[in-house]
């Protein structure tokens, strides 16, 4: 969230460096009569809308849009009156997948799809790259793992997945694929922290450069991990 927050400003003021773009999110607090533009982290408006006057605000822009009709959201176009078709206010919304997994229809918070491209067409236009998939098989039984809804509990799962067998499976075929590949740059998603650090550990040991973000990594550390990332000292980021 906090990457995204600040990939969303920077940009902004990039484009327009005269606009006055501040953040509503965790430890900073935007002057909502100052600012022209807000970034907010649904958490944290959430918990202080009590500062923000709906005649303030001209324009609601929320991006991953198909969270929109969840409470928090609809809490928040609420607050601005603009949780139904006689808003005042226009509510646009952005996503890269319009679809929810509770099947709740979008259309209590937005009424029209006024533009659409397929990955498909974005594929060709050269806006996303081409997909490419390999499957690795592993011997793992997921029949005892513990399910929320239709999740898996990440604790049951971790106790599964986060073994020496399957974590040896997972730096033998990234080897593998680096050299077959050249792969510069990867990251490696784990099912929890303690996969994380376990994961981070094969790797260093396999002469891999690693290094790892968990919710717990301090501001300054992660900006200057995904730093290093970027400028390639990391061959691997694992979060």
Avoid at 50 to 64: C, T
Avoid at 65 to 94: C, Q, W
Avoid at 207 to 215: A, E, F, H, L, N
């Amino acid at each position: 969230r906090r990457e995204l927050a600040f990939q969303a400003l920077n940009t902004i003021r990039h484009f327009n460096p005269t606009t006055n773009v501040q953040l509503e999110m965790s430890q900073h607090h935007a002057n909502v009569e100052e600012a022209d533009t807000i970034i907010a982290s649904v958490l944290s408006l959430v918990q202080r809308l009590d500062k923000y006057d709906p005649n303030n605000i001209d324009l609601i822009i929320v991006d991953e849009a198909h969270h929109i009709v969840a409470d928090t959201y609809m809490k928040i176009l609420k607050h601005f009156h603009a949780a139904n078709e006689k808003s005042k206010i226009p509510v646009i919304g952005f996503s890269a997948t319009f679809e929810r997994a509770d099947k709740k229809a979008l259309s209590q918070a937005l009424d029209e799809i006024v533009y659409h491209k397929g990955v498909m067409e974005m594929i060709d236009e050269k806006w996303l790259c081409e997909g490419r998939f390999t499957n690795v098989k592993i011997s793992i039984n997921l029949d005892n793992v513990k399910k929320n809804n239709s999740d898996f509990v990440l604790k049951s799962l971790s106790s599964v997945i986060n073994t020496p067998e399957t974590n040896n499976i997972i730096i033998e075929t990234y080897l593998h694929m680096r050299l077959q590949h050249n792969i510069k740059s990867t990251l490696v998603f784990c099912v929890d922290k303690n996969h994380v650090k376990t994961l981070n550990k094969v790797f260093l040991q396999k002469g891999v450069k690693s290094d790892y973000i968990t919710s717990d990594t301090k501001s300054l550390d992660r900006d200057n991990i995904m730093n290093a990332f970027k400028n390639s000292e990391w061959e691997a980021l694992i979060n």
